[in-house]
């Protein structure tokens, strides 16, 4: 299913608004799915739109994630319908292509996630850790310079 189709990763479904792709399972876009489902990877682009999905990540505004698919209407096996109390309930058995893996500001379903890849949350964990460093250096180095006062008198 992810090797034979040509996915685009989009800012809400919006195909105008790609951020990346896996044409096959090659591409900018990493797809994999596990025992727990479809997971999708890639790094923003340096572009206004990669920077204004970062923004809303970093943010907390987008937190959720779709994907959009097909099934071969011509297997049996693809979906089963089921009634229970007047309502309609669709299974999805087997996708046929993947279309689109989007972050969503409403997702059809709430229990998907998105969020910034760790290595970002490392990034800024180290620039803390930098920031840190340079105090310590900074508090040094006017220690320094006051002792130079006190042996210049």
């Known amino acids: 299913?992810?090797?034979?189709?040509?996915?685009?990763?989009?800012f809400n479904h919006d195909l105008n608004r790609v951020l990346a792709?896996?044409?096959?399972?090659?591409?900018?876009l990493k797809l994999t799915?596990?025992?727990?489902?479809l997971k999708y990877e890639f790094d923003a682009p340096h572009?206004?739109?990669?920077?204004?999905?970062?923004?809303?990540?970093?943010?907390?505004d987008i937190k959720k994630s779709s994907f959009a698919f097909y099934i071969d209407p011509d297997d049996?096996?693809?979906?089963?319908?089921?009634?229970?109390?007047g309502t309609y309930f669709r299974t999805i058995n087997k996708i046929?292509?993947?279309?689109?893996?989007s972050p969503v500001w409403n997702p059809a379903y709430?229990?998907?996630?998105?969020?910034?890849?760790?290595?970002?949350?490392?990034?800024?964990?180290?620039?803390e850790k930098i920031n840190k460093i340079y105090d310590k250096l900074d508090t040094k180095m006017n220690e320094v310079?006051?002792?130079?006062e006190l042996d210049k008198k």
């Open 145 to 148: 310079e006051e002792l130079a």
């Open 110 to 127: 709430e229990s998907t996630s998105v969020s910034k890849r760790a290595a970002d949350m490392v990034a800024g964990f180290e620039k």
């Open 33 to 37: 799915v596990d025992e727990v489902g």
């Open 96 to 101: 046929a292509q993947i279309a689109d893996v």
């Open 47 to 60: 572009t206004a739109l990669g920077d204004e999905l970062l923004e809303y990540l970093s943010r907390g």
């Open 21 to 28: 792709r896996s044409d096959r399972g090659e591409g900018s």
């Open 76 to 85: 049996p096996e693809a979906e089963t319908w089921e009634s229970k109390d």
């Open 1 to 10: 299913m992810v090797d034979n189709s040509d996915v685009f990763a989009c």
